[in-house]
T-cell receptor, first 115, second 114 residues
Framework: AQSVAQPEDQVNVAEGNPLTVKCTYS??????LFWYVQYPNRGLQFLLK??????LVKGSYGFEAEFNKSQTSFHLKKPSALVSDSALYFC?????????????FGAGTRLFVKA | NAGVTQTPKFQVLKTGQSMTLQCAQD?????MSWYRQDPGMGLRLIHY???????DQGEVPNGYNVSRSTTEDFPLRLLSAAPSQTSVYFC?????????????FGPGTRLTVL
């Protein structure tokens, strides 16, 4: 079975500092991994994905994430946080080998960036 | 392109009432899905469809029905609303059936069941 864990309900960071939002996953086969962001009263927006190839993937708004197969992690990072990055972030996984058409989402991590 | 649209934005129902949440996309996506979002639980998949006439259950399908008569539309029906169905509902679509493409989400429907 597929599962995603986002161990932190909330992450607080000062503007200009680097940020990390953690995600670990569990799949039987090989994963497709995604990060989405949700702003208040809005639907989710795609940030970036890992499909295959380079373990470091870059996405929208300066975000990047590193796929680590041995640690089954896909942490989201940004070198310098902005107040406008404050939002709810979701990690998602789909097992490309056995997961069928189902994508599983984590519970979400709320990011607060303080000016 | 309008992307993924959902109606209504807000709805209040009484226990036992039925209703249909509408979802449409104009991107010619084959894959469409319905999720519910509850605090601390993230998004949970209710039903999904891989093309017109083809639907299947997700993680939490009980109490919900879907149909897919066209590529564009994927309505979600609540048969007899219960307070446990109070939630925010999101419809999403994706170009690829192979799972390597991101999903596009609608703005959501906030449903309260009294």
């Amino acid at each position: 079975a597929q599962s995603v864990a986002q161990p932190e309900d909330q992450v607080n960071v000062a503007e200009g500092n680097p940020l990390t939002v953690k995600c670990t996953y569990s799949v039987s086969g090989n994963p497709y991994l995604f990060w989405y962001v949700q702003y208040p009263n809005r639907g989710l927006q795609f940030l970036l994905k890992y499909i295959t190839g380079d373990n470091l993937v870059k996405g929208s708004y300066g975000f990047e994430a590193e796929f680590n197969k041995s640690q089954t992690s896909f942490h989201l990072k940004k070198p310098s946080a902005l107040v406008s990055d404050s939002a709810l972030y979701f990690c998602a996984v789909r097992d490309r080998d056995t997961g069928g058409f189902k994508t599983i989402f984590g519970a979400g991590t709320r990011l607060f960036v303080k000016a | 392109n309008a992307g993924v649209t959902q109606t209504p934005k807000f709805q209040v129902l009484k226990t036992g009432q039925s209703m249909t949440l509408q979802c449409a996309q104009d991107m010619n996506h084959e894959y469409m899905s319905w999720y519910r979002q509850d605090p601390g639980m993230g998004l949970r998949l209710i039903h999904y469809s891989v093309g017109a006439g083809i639907t299947d259950q997700g993680e939490v399908p009980n109490g919900y029905n879907v149909s897919r008569s066209t590529t564009e539309d994927f309505p979600l029906r609540l048969l007899s609303a219960a307070p446990s169905q109070t939630s925010v509902y999101f419809c999403a679509s994706s170009y690829s059936l192979t799972g390597d493409n991101e999903q596009f989400f609608g703005p959501g429907t906030r449903l309260t069941v009294l």
